[in-house]
């Protein structure tokens, strides 16, 4: 039996990552840590960035607006995920499951463009560094953030509104701690080859031309780089993009690996959503600042003043 229009189907049933009453338990404690923990590396990583005047450079100006997208990623998977944990109906309603796909999409896809202008920046630092303050100037990056949001956002407007026509069946289960637009694909009995093809034309358009955008840079990088007769400059050099190239590889890795196999077969569709969307917020910051001696010296300039003000 299936139900004539989405409409008549007023919530769907997440089943979480676990049936188990002890196991959600444990579950929970270790989710609410994950998300406090995420919640005060991007807030502190954003704080350190945006009050330290030795912090200035466009490579933290793009790190501070990479860190709030993960900040809102997570406040938006994450709370009703612990909420379902401990709550016997775990439910959300069809409006609410489509505007957390929404956000979700939009928000992973404004940190894909944010990546790639990251990228253009360590580019334009290494390549053409007399021309690097000239080319990166303020107006541009703030441009460039502006931009991201927007092509994100719009993006992930044309998927929703796709799905928003979709028919589902009277079997409105998603074996999810999530709602994202491919698993909504499985529970519809309408033709979904629409919204397929729009999923793919975004990864294809959006993701694979920013991590073009990404590889061409640092193979431009990679190059100039080795023409540096100094060990010392070559190591500097790599050293400032080995964040950012753990940050995409985290990012894409699993992004791709979700996306591009929309269905509910496997269980690693909830090992790649909770590496990006629970995880990865969780680790960006962590590499930036254990990496970046710069984010560390900041840090300790910040617990310094933070403790004679105690005092």
Request: proline content about 4%; hydrophobic content about 50%; some cysteine.
């Amino acid at each position: 039996m299936v139900l004539g229009n989405h409409s008549t189907i007023m919530e769907f049933i997440l089943l979480g990552v676990s049936a188990n009453p002890h196991i959600q338990v444990m579950l929970f404690v270790l989710f609410l840590g994950i998300y406090l923990l995420t919640r005060m590396g991007n807030l502190t990583l954003m704080m350190v960035i945006r009050t330290d005047s030795h912090l200035c450079s466009p490579m933290y100006f793009f790190l501070s607006h990479f860190s709030f997208p993960d900040l809102c990623l997570t406040s938006i998977t994450v709370p009703k995920m612990l909420e379902n944990l401990l709550s016997q109906k775990k439910s959300i309603s069809v409006e609410g499951c489509l505007a957390q796909a929404f956000f979700v999409f939009s928000i992973a896809g404004t940190e894909a463009f944010v990546l790639s202008a990251m990228a253009y920046d360590r580019y334009t630092d290494i390549c053409y560094p007399l021309l690097y303050g000239q080319v990166m100037s303020k107006h541009f990056c703030v441009g460039l953030v502006w931009v991201s949001c927007g092509l994100g956002f719009l993006d992930a407007l044309i998927n929703t509104l796709v799905a928003w026509n979709l028919d589902f069946w009277e079997a409105h289960v998603l074996p999810h701690f999530s709602c994202e637009l491919p698993s909504l694909f499985s529970l519809s009995y309408s033709d979904i080859s629409t919204n397929f093809a729009v999923l793919v034309c975004s990864a294809i358009v959006h993701a694979s031309g920013n991590l073009l955008l990404v590889f061409f840079s640092y193979a431009h990088i990679v190059s100039t780089t080795l023409t540096i007769s100094s060990t010392t400059g070559r190591s500097k050099a790599f050293s400032t993009c080995s964040s950012h190239l753990s940050a995409v590889s985290f990012f894409y890795g699993s992004a791709f690996l979700r996306y591009l196999v929309p269905t509910l077969s496997s269980p690693l569709e909830l090992v790649f959503s909770m590496q990006y969307s629970v995880v990865t917020p969780l680790v960006n910051p962590l590499v930036y600042s254990l990496k970046s001696k710069e984010v560390k010296a900041a840090l300790r300039r910040m617990l310094q003043k933070g403790l004679q003000h105690l005092r």
